[in-house]
């Protein structure tokens, strides 16, 4: 896997640098309907939707698994509401993870990408702050994965985000009928998004993915990302356009021979500080990214 091979040489890149990752420790659940039998369960440590029918619930990502007790009774309480039949998970994260042990216990289906399910069988430490995950017991572990995309009996839809927007196992879920979107972490609701280049995610992966996604919706989407507000199509098409721009801006500078600290230095994203706060912890990741992807291997 690609990953794997190019893991030899981002050991050696600089590492401590960036703040700690910061995990919603909220426990307090709220619903928020979507479109018809669709729920925005908003508090457990991600945004999560609920999808209720005769044949059971489908939810996507589980939020933190301290919160998981306290999603599935909100979930449980939702109207036509029945057991979880079906999980996905958009990425391996914490956040999206947290309800995989209780469900697959349960004999749910979870869903991922297949890269998903190869980063959960192992234990992960990011290099730029020492952080641990352990690896996720087998029941935890998706039990049907996924390399292009598929659906459900129910006419569900969903993809991989090959682009590798934020980790090499982004998925999207997508409900036709109501033309609902999820994204996970491919699209970001609120401040810098986190690129997690350890597992795969890169700045040029952000804009890729976010042109995907304006493929896959139309104008009346609504485009549900893994934190903050839902989006709409004009959204995605601001997001790509400035991230393209980053992107630009940090590949001409690599170009150069610079490093992440003259990257942060120059300022690349200057004129969208004012709307979404201070840039240097993404610009120095969303330079070290770059190694991986436009580098030549080690």
């Known amino acids: 896997m690609f990953v794997s091979t190019r893991r030899g040489f981002l050991k050696s890149a600089v590492a401590g640098l960036a703040a700690p990752y910061a995990f919603a420790q909220n426990s307090k659940i709220t619903a928020t309907p979507l479109a018809e039998n669709i729920h925005l369960l908003s508090g457990a440590g991600a945004n999560v939707i609920a999808h209720t029918g005769a044949d059971g619930v489908l939810i996507i ?6 919160n998981a007790d306290v999603l599935l009774q909100a979930v449980a309480a939702l109207p036509k509401s029945g057991p979880v039949r079906t999980l996905f998970n958009t990425h391996w994260h914490p956040e999206q993870t947290g309800c ?3 469900l697959g216990t349960a004999g749910a289906t979870i869903i991922a990408q297949e890269n998903t399910r190869l980063w959960l069988q192992q234990n992960i430490t990011w290099p730029w ?16 994965t996924f390399y292009d995309k598929g659906a ?7 993809g991989y985000i090959a682009d590798a927007a934020h980790t090499d196992g982004d998925l999207y879920v997508y409900f036709p009928q109501q033309n609902v979107l999820a994204v996970g972490d491919a699209a970001y609701g609120q401040g810098w998004p986190i690129v997690d280049w350890w597992t795969g995610g890169w700045i040029g992966g952000i804009a ?10 139309n104008k009346e989407t609504k485009i549900v990302p893994a934190q ?13 356009e400035m991230y393209g721009t980053i992107y630009d801006r940090l590949n001409q500078m690599l170009n150069k021979g610079r490093g992440p600290t003259e990257a942060v230095a120059a300022k ?10 201070n840039p240097d ?10 190694w991986a992807y436009l580098s030549p291997d080690a």
């Not at 690349?268 to 706060?277: C, D, H, L, S």
């Open 61 to 66: 990502d589980g939020g933190l698994a301290q």
């Open 100 to 102: 995989n042990e209780k």
């Open 129 to 144: 702050n020492g952080q641990k995950f352990k690896k996720f017991s087998k029941i935890a572990q998706p039990n049907k």
């Open 152 to 158: 459900l009996d129910n006419g569900i839809r969903y």
């Open 208 to 217: 890729g993915g976010l042109q995907r996604i304006q493929s896959i919706a």
């Open 228 to 240: 903050g507000p839902v989006l709409s199509f004009a959204d995605i098409a601001a997001q790509a």
């Open 268 to 277: 690349p994203a200057k004129e969208y500080e004012e709307k979404m706060g």
């Open 281 to 290: 912890t993404f610009i120095r990741r969303a330079f070290e990214s770059q």
